[in-house]
């Protein structure tokens, strides 16, 4: 669902996801916006944004930039990053829903 602006002011309110371009959060210049809507309560959770053409541009030389250092980053050193990025996804799971359904994932009925 893409919308620019919304009558729903639970839309309006809900937050913008930023962009991680070059290991900053920034926020998109984009007029076109993605709503994640919570299936079991029909709310806005949050909103995503559809790129700009200089926001992709962005975001894929910076990756393409940092992909030879973690190509020479040895593996016990990519394991322990992997792990850590799991840990700290687990530690922030709070607000995501019963067993996903916040995302549009399993439904609350399926339970964890």
Known sequence: MMA????NPA??????VKLLIDG???????????????????????RLPLTTKAEFAAAVSSAEAAFPRWRS???????RVMFKFQELIRANMVGWGPGGAGDGGRGVWRGG
């Open 4 to 7: 620019s602006a919304s009558p």
């Open 11 to 16: 839309v309006a309110e809900a937050p913008k």
């Open 24 to 46: 900053q959060f920034v926020d998109s210049t984009t007029e076109h916006w993605i709503d994640v809507v919570n299936p079991a309560t029909q709310d806005v959770l949050s």
């Open 73 to 79: 980053t040895p593996v016990p050193t990519r394991v």
